[in-house]
């Protein structure tokens, strides 16, 4: 036995204990960590699918880890290498040589031969042969096979990465990351060389050697740097020759493919020769002196590494999961605080009925405040009683006046008639309770339009995607409005008389009998006075205490007239929240019941991630692998150079064999004769046909549908124009493939042969060389080089796909492996797509680099020949398989540069071709393509043209249709803000209506205590009179009155400046567009209006007020009010306007007291009946002052108040709703024109897919 034996072995068992002993530690701290996973586990299900997710994840994490162990601790009995790769690369061939099969298991040239894990003995070592990834799934789906692969590759010590020389695809690599490098998996990569020719001196001319070797290095390269890009820094690359490898090793009798070669190579070279040759050798002792060098550091990395990579993936889904959930309970939260803010946030007594928790015993709001971690910041009055309160106001403004004109009038009769009025006939004339009743039902009305559109904007909006709480909201809302209101009318009553005789009102309790007799319950009230009046007897006190019962008449039926409507505002107010609550409460306690499930999913999250850190931490650190494999390389030889010289087996550059021309028997002659001519024929055949469908006269006659449509959609005169220029164009062949698949080297090959230079010399390497389409020109005809699929560059994809729209034929270039990796481009282009025409129909598809199949073309051209049939019959399987119907006619093989002799050498002649022209089949190709007829060719042009108007016609109606689905959304988007901008106008004229109610009833309280005084006044006192009218406004109580109504007033207007701006501002975000940017700027500009001067200091508007109530006819006060009020606006000739205005009020006050000194001239019997008309005159007066008061207050002189203030911000809405009006307008105008002309569009491809014989091919 050799020292390296020993030394394997010794290696693999110190592996096998260490890897036993650091299992038994694993299974230990595994032990706690599946008990902090079993505790706080949930019991009942969830509705929450996050929380469900989590629920699940706690129990299979640990579930899964518990089960990966146990794999582990059934494989440690040996050392365990894995092959993991793309279908079709050779794993099963170099499984077989490690293992010196018999190759049965090697693929007959199929994809996906491979369905099972196949494990192996070798050297006290196992080898694992995996199902490739990325394959068609020829007899498996591709999911299923890849998933047996991903399992081996768990309990593997060390992985084989298994690439080709043909293309390296970003798939791959993506999988290997995701699998093994995530895993934490020790690597080697293999790259197997398919060429037959490489590192095979005795067929290879040294001077052409070099070319091979640089196409390896260039693939080597190309690995390495995906491999750096994923992570997978300094792993080793070596390069095989597989194939080579196992005629070398196998047993016989050989029970693999091409048993003709197999004997044939054998007897040749003999099988040292293809033993060296094949470089297997410098494999096999990497990988020995990989184990002997740390083996059992290789087993404890991957065992350490892949349970850590585990905690890692289950960290990263748990925070993954926690960013879900922290999305979710924000959009639950923030759906909460709209809800308060429209119906306020819930006092105590509100949450005990309606949020209170019987499973948590736990008021909701206090629960779930504690578990986000602060409270919620809405006010305890929401919007919707703001809102009712100013329907109220406005809506029974109507009616106030008129019970207190009707109070009015009823006290003057009563005591003009000394008549007795009672409780209930006071009721009955002062109050009309139809009209009241009426005005419950607009409040009402209005407050369920309210609540529809503030749950439908904030609700809906803030939560866009939880759709269940919206839709709770929305149906809640369509059963509650009008019963409610209902009820109110319904269960409305007033107690009047000591009966308590019902009277049908609103479900409000008033007692105007109490209001009215609040006198009485002091000695005096209405029916006492005026009982008193008219039941004593005249005394020279009646005339006094008839003043005096007047007097209080007036006072105390206005209080009742203004506390009944308080109480009805009150009343409205509490019975529209406690409606509202009774039919939202369930939305909001189920949003707050998510939301603190959802906070608690966090917190277990946390507790989660927290003990897989910890588990994770308490691994212990694995051995660097990488320095183990360095050591191994530095075994291949004493420098880098000579390692990497070694690795990919450059030792043959200077081999002293002899190159030995292959000789070609007479009937191999014969047998490629035949088929090249056979080929020959069929592709001309297929060719043509191509062309065929539709005919020329056909594409003609729907090219003049084309310009006739044209004539009414000038857009479609470019496509036409494209029509034209691609008719009179040379017909392009374009060449489509995945990079490195052959393309360029057979278009350089098809220029060679023709003679003719390109223009610029060809860029041909392994990696990813042509970035844009390049056009070559034969005689009649153009090829053209596209860049190549799955480069991992999308502008690639994209430049190609460009490049096929005008192409006559479509020439597929593909791998001997077939379609692997994303097809979804061919697939598109075969059967057409909303952005190309159909180009199924011409197609060809040329299987490239067929001296790569494992067979000599000479030796065994019978088997060579059939293998392509059989690859031809495969990839036609593989298209039906996407339900796409290739003929195998229109599939041909070829290889356009035999074993890569050429490669990238410019100097390229016909003759460096002769050696494999016999059999390499494209003397078949070109000779079909040159042979074509001018009409054939004419046919191309044409059919060319019409595949390309298709195509702009089809992408002319995606853009038609973009504008249709953009103008949809956009009027979707429109919606909302124009609500938004018609509810804030809305606003506006109910809290004008309740500004100006508020103004007036704080006006109305002083003329009635005026009215009382008046009313008391004896004919003796003139002067008095006189100084109570002109001063009535001027008490201090009346400005500490007014002082609180502007504040309240500023405090109003700010609430529905904030309350729109943000609405406005938020729906004009959701929309993503803006009709008017400058309303934005303007309407905030409202911010320093005068309100908010008033809510910034008391100071002045104590000021004015004082101002207005001592000297409101004095153009210095007035201007003084104007300037603190109404800057923005109010000008002098504005304030001497103003003092003249509200000075007419003491100039008719004067005339009064005038009226008064010239009476008390009249003699005595008269004096009487003038005091009572002065009385009146006055009354009448005080109540017309008061009215210019309540407007002077309302508008100021020049439209400065609250009222020109809302009409300003309504203006400017106005002028934005406008505008977005107009833009709905012309969105649908431009909708409906794409409409008509997408609609002419469809007709011509419709007309198309009818002449291609396909309808709808071109869908």
Not at 40 to 67: A, C, H, I, K
Not at 518 to 541: D, F, T
Not at 550 to 570: I, L, P
Not at 918 to 925: M, R
Request: aromatic share 6%; net charge negative.
């Amino acid at each position: 036995m050799t020292t390296e034996v020993v030394s394997l072995e010794d290696a693999v068992r110190a592996a096998v204990e260490q890897g036993h002993a650091e299992l038994t530690r694993l299974d230990a701290i595994t032990d706690d960590l599946v008990g902090a996973f079993a505790h706080g586990q949930r019991v009942r299900p969830s509705s929450s699918d996050l929380v469900t997710r989590l629920d699940d994840f706690t129990r299979r994490f640990p579930r899964e880890l518990r089960r990966h162990l146990d794999r582990e601790r059934e494989s440690l009995g040996s050392f365990n290498i894995a092959f993991f790769g793309r279908t079709g690369v050779g794993k099963s061939t170099l499984l077989s040589a490690f293992g010196r099969l018999d190759g049965e298991y090697v693929s007959p040239g199929v994809s996906d031969w491979t369905t099972e894990v196949r494990p192996i003995e070798w050297r006290d070592c196992r080898l694992f042969d995996t199902p490739g990834i990325n394959g068609w799934g020829r007899t498996e789906s591709r999911d299923d096979l890849e998933a047996k692969a991903r399992r081996a590759v768990e309990i593997a010590d060390i992985v084989l990465l298994c690439f080709d020389n043909q293309s390296q695809q970003e798939m791959e690599f993506e999988k290997i990351a995701a699998w093994i490098r995530d895993h934490g998996k020790p690597v080697v990569a293999v790259l197997n060389v398919r060429n037959a020719r490489w590192r095979h001196p005795a067929r290879v001319p040294e001077v052409r050697r070099r070319n091979l070797s640089e196409s390896v290095r260039q693939h080597t390269d190309n690995i390495r740097t995906q491999l750096v890009q994923i992570g997978l820094p300094d792993t080793p690359v070596v390069a095989i020759h597989s194939r080579r490898a196992l005629f070398a090793r196998a047993t016989t009798p050989f029970q693999g493919p091409a048993q003709k070669d197999f004997h044939h190579e054998r007897e040749e070279f003999g099988k040292n020769y293809l033993d060296r040759w094949s470089n297997f050798g410098t494999l096999e002792r990497l990988i020995v002196a990989s184990i002997a060098e740390g083996g059992a550091d290789l087993r404890l990395a991957a065992l350490r590494e892949d349970i850590r990579s585990r905690c890692r993936r289950g960290i990263g889904e748990l925070e993954d999961l926690a960013v879900e959930i922290e999305q979710e309970v924000e959009t639950l939260e923030r759906e909460v605080e709209s809800l308060f803010a429209v119906l306020g946030y819930p006092e105590d007594a509100e949450r005990s009925v309606w949020l209170h928790d019987v499973a948590l015993s736990a008021d909701l709001v206090d629960v779930s405040e504690q578990a986000r971690g602060r409270p919620y910041t809405s006010p305890v009055k929401g919007s919707l009683d703001r809102f009712v309160r100013h329907l109220a106001a406005s809506h029974l403004a109507g009616c106030r006046r008129q019970a207190k004109a009707n109070a009015d009038d009823l006290i003057r009769r009563a005591f003009d008639e000394h008549t007795v009025i009672d409780e209930s006939k006071f009721t009955e004339v002062v109050f009309d309770q139809a009209v009241i009743s009426a005005a419950a039902e607009a409040v009402w009305a209005d407050r369920r339009a309210f609540l529809q559109r503030e749950l439908e904007v904030a609700v809906e909006h803030e939560s866009f995607e939880n759709g269940t709480a919206v839709s709770h909201a929305a149906l809640i809302l369509g059963d509650e409005g009008g019963d409610v209101a209902g009820d109110v009318v319904r269960g409305a009553g007033i107690a009047v008389g000591v009966g308590a005789l019902a009277v049908p009102a609103l479900a409000l309790f008033w007692n105007p009998v109490g209001w009215v007799l609040g006198a009485a319950a002091a000695g005096v009230g209405i029916v006492g006075q005026v009982q008193q009046h008219l039941g004593k007897k005249m005394s020279e006190r009646a005339s006094e205490r008839a003043r005096k019962a007047q007097a209080q008449a007036v006072a105390d039926c206005h209080r009742a007239v203004d506390q009944t409507f308080v109480d009805y505002e009150d009343a409205l107010v509490r019975d529209s929240r406690e409606a509202a609550w009774t039919l939202l409460a369930p939305v909001v306690g189920e949003s707050l019941r998510a939301a603190i499930e959802l906070r608690l999913a966090c917190s277990r999250i946390a507790r989660l991630i927290d003990d897989l850190q910890t588990y994770a931490g308490s691994i212990k650190p694995a051995p660097a692998v990488t320095d183990v494999l360095l050591r191994a390389q530095r075994r291949m030889g004493e420098s880098p150079a000579e390692v990497t010289r070694a690795l990919l087996g450059e030792d043959w550059l200077e081999s002293g064999i002899d190159h030995q021309p292959a000789q070609i028997d007479h009937a191999v002659h014969e047998a490629y004769s035949r088929r090249r001519e056979e080929d020959r024929t069929r592709l001309t055949r297929v060719i043509a046909a191509a062309w065929s469908t539709p005919s020329t006269a056909n594409i003609h006659a729907w090219r003049d549908d084309l310009e006739d449509a044209a004539r009414r959609d000038p857009a479609l005169f470019d496509i036409a124009r494209t029509f034209w220029r691609v008719n009179g164009a040379r017909p392009a062949l374009a060449v489509l493939g995945d990079y490195n698949s052959g393309k360029s080297s057979l278009i350089r090959r098809i220029m060679v042969d023709s003679g003719r230079r390109p223009h610029a010399a060809f860029d041909i390497r392994a990696a990813p060389a042509t970035t844009a389409a390049n056009r070559y020109q034969l005689p009649r005809i153009d090829l053209v080089d596209t860049p190549g699929l799955q480069s991992g560059h999308d502008q690639h994809d994209s430049a190609a796909f460009e490049a096929i729209a005008d192409a006559a034929l479509v020439l597929v270039v593909v791998h001997i492996n077939l379609l692997i990796g994303d097809t979804s481009m061919l697939e598109e282009l075969a059967r057409g797509s909303k952005r190309i025409a159909a180009k199924g129909g011409r197609m060809v598809f040329l299987v490239n680099r067929c001296d790569e199949l494992g067979v000599n073309p000479l030796t065994a051209p019978e088997a060579f020949l059939n293998l392509q049939d059989r690859k031809r019959e495969e990839l036609r399987a593989a298209f039906a398989a996407r339900s796409i119907d290739v003929e195998v006619d229109k599939i041909h093989c070829l290889s356009g540069d035999p074993f890569g002799l050429m490669g990238g050498d410019a100097t390229a002649e016909p003759v460096d071709f002769d050696e494999n022209r016999l059999w390499d089949g494209v003397t078949a190709f070109t000779s079909a393509i040159s042979g074509l007829s001018d009409e054939q060719l004419s046919a191309a042009a044409s059919s060319a043209a019409f595949d390309a108007a298709v195509t702009d016609l089809k992408r002319h109606q995606q853009t038609l249709h973009q504008v249709q689905v953009d103008g949809t959304e956009d009027l979707r988007r429109s919606e909302p803000v124009i609500a938004t901008l018609r509810a804030a106008v809305n606003d506006a004229v109910i809290l004008e209506g309740s500004l100006r109610e508020d103004v007036r009833r704080m006006v109305d309280r002083h003329t009635v205590a005026t009215k009382s005084a008046v009313a008391e006044l004896d004919r003796k006192d003139g002067q008095k009179l006189e100084n109570l009218v002109d001063s009535w406004w001027k008490a201090p109580q009346f400005e500490a009155d007014l002082e609180r109504y502007l504040a309240d007033a500023a405090r109003k207007l700010d609430e529905w400046h904030s309350d729109h701006t943000s609405a406005i501002g938020r729906e004009m975000r959701a929309a993503e567009f803006q009709v008017a940017p400058e309303f934005a700027a303007g309407f905030k500009a409202q911010g320093s209006a005068w309100h908010e001067d008033l809510t910034e200091g008391a100071g002045n508007v104590a000021g004015a007020a004082a101002s207005l109530a001592k000297a409101l006819g004095n153009r210095d006060a007035v201007y003084a009010i104007g300037k603190q009020l109404f800057d923005h606006k109010f000008k002098p000739w504005g304030a001497v306007k103003g003092g003249a205005h509200v000075a007419r009020v003491g100039i008719v006050l004067g005339a009064v007291a005038t009226a008064l000194d010239v009476a008390a001239m009249v003699n005595d019997s008269r004096k009487a009946e003038e005091h009572k008309r002065q009385q009146e005159s006055a009354l009448q007066e005080i109540d017309k002052a008061a009215a210019e008061i309540v407007e002077q207050i309302m508008r100021g002189e020049q439209g400065e108040g609250p009222v020109g203030y809302l009409q300003q911000g309504t203006r400017e809405l106005e002028t934005l709703l406008d505008e977005y009006l107009d833009l709905t307008s012309s969105i649908r105008e431009r909708m409906d024109s794409a409409k008509a002309r997408a609609e002419a569009v469809e007709a011509l491809i419709e007309a198309a897919d009818e002449l291609i014989g396909t309808p709808g091919r071109n869908g």
